[in-house]
């Protein structure tokens, strides 16, 4: 059971997930960066942490000062919102590492999403329906022309 949530993201996603929350009875912690000192998502979480840096490398992207954040306030779980660590293994593995709960997709699945051929490889193998398309692994403009008349126009690029 998650009593506490760090969001590591900002804005009308970070408001969204806490107002879940709140309803949840689950305890809020917000990350932000110095420039986002008086934003919202900051005001309406229960506690919020300062990730000392202006730009989103230097914070919000910044995985070892989230995962500090989070073992700063007690927090049992992490959540990416949309953007920023939403899609990053390595975060979602230092999680892991970390003893906290990533909300979202093991490091696994987010590794094989995040390179399409594979993903596609990998539904056609565990037996999902693909759209036709080209799984090959030239992508000149010959081979791609050559597959495309293969699978007939209209194609989806």
């Not at 998650?2 to 990350?31: D, K, Y």
């Not at 979480?45 to 000062?65: F, P, R």
């Not at 596609?120 to 000149?140: F, H, L, M, S, W």
């Amino acid at each position: 059971m998650i009593r506490s949530l760090l969001i590591a993201n900002r804005g009308e996603i970070a408001c969204r997930i806490m107002r879940t929350c709140r309803q949840l009875g689950i305890r809020t912690v917000a990350v932000y960066a110095t420039v986002d000192a008086a934003a919202r998502h900051v005001r309406l979480a229960d506690e919020a942490v300062c990730l000392e840096g202006a730009t989103a490398a230097d914070s919000y992207l910044a995985i070892d000062k989230i995962i500090a954040a989070a073992r700063q306030t007690g927090v049992d779980a992490v959540h990416p919102g949309f953007g920023f660590l939403a899609e990053n293994a390595v975060f979602a593995r230092a999680c892991a590492e970390a003893g906290l709960i990533f909300v979202g997709p093991p490091p696994e699945a987010i590794e094989v999403m995040g390179n399409k051929l594979r993903a596609r490889k990998v539904a056609v193998a565990a037996g999902v329906p693909v759209v036709p398309g080209y799984d090959g692994e030239a992508q000149t403009d010959e081979a791609l022309l050559a597959a495309a008349d293969a699978l007939g126009f209209p194609v989806m690029v």
